[in-house]
C-alpha cells in the first residue's frame, strides 16, 4: 500500500532502554509514536500513588490515539524498544488525507475500546486465579499474531507490572502461579510459563471469552 510507504517516510526511528519514560501523562502530545519493536508498559498514576496498567503494548500499536492534544496515560519501556516517532501535526493532517490510514486508525480506536472493555470484565469478575489464568492465555493470544504460536509464553513484563493490570497484590500473583503450576496447568520457565493445560482450566470454570491485553 502507497500509503504505508509514506508513513514510513514520515517517521523517525528512535530507541529507548529498559525502563525509560517515552512520554508521561497530561503531557502535550505534540509527539505520536507507534512501537515497531519491544514491549511498551501503558498505565496511569491513580490519586492515592498507586498504579494502574492499562494495557501491555506490542509491535504494529500506536501508544494512544494519534488525535489527542495530550498524552492520557504513561509510557514506559519494557526491556528495550524501538518506535516510529512522528509529528502528530504531519500525522493528522496524512490521516485525513487518506481513507485508507483512516480506515486503519478507526480499526485501532476499535480494538482500543475492546481492549479497555475486557480489562474492566477482567478486573469486576472471578477470583485471582481466574485473573491470571486469563491473562495468561489472552497475552499468548495476542503474541501469536505477531510471532509463530508457541506454548511457551515470554513474560518480558515484571509481576508487579500484572499485579498493577489485575488489579492484585504481587504476592497474589505470585502465589496464584505458584498454584497454576502444583496445579499442572502452566509450568513456570525463564522469563515467562509454559501452558499445559490453562485453556481446559478456563472452560471448566465457564471462563470462556477471550480478553485482549
Known sequence: MPELRELQRLATQVYFRSGKTIFSERAVADTVFGLSQGVVRLYKLLPDGRRQVLAFALPGDFLGMPFAERYNFSADAIGEVSLCRYSRDDLTRFIQSSPNIMRLIIEFAIRELDMAQDQLLLLGNGSAEEKVAMFLVSWRNRL??????????????????????LGLKLETVSRTLAKLEQKNVIR??????????????????????QPQI
Do not use: C, N, W
Open 144 to 165: 501469536a499474531r505477531i510471532t509463530p504460536f508457541s506454548e511457551t509464553v515470554p513474560l518480558p513484563m515484571r509481576r508487579q507490572d500484572i499485579a498493577d493490570f
Open 188 to 209: 513456570i520457565v525463564p522469563k515467562g510459563v509454559f501452558l499445559t493445560g490453562l485453556e481446559h482450566t478456563l472452560m471448566v470454570t465457564g471462563r470462556t471469552y
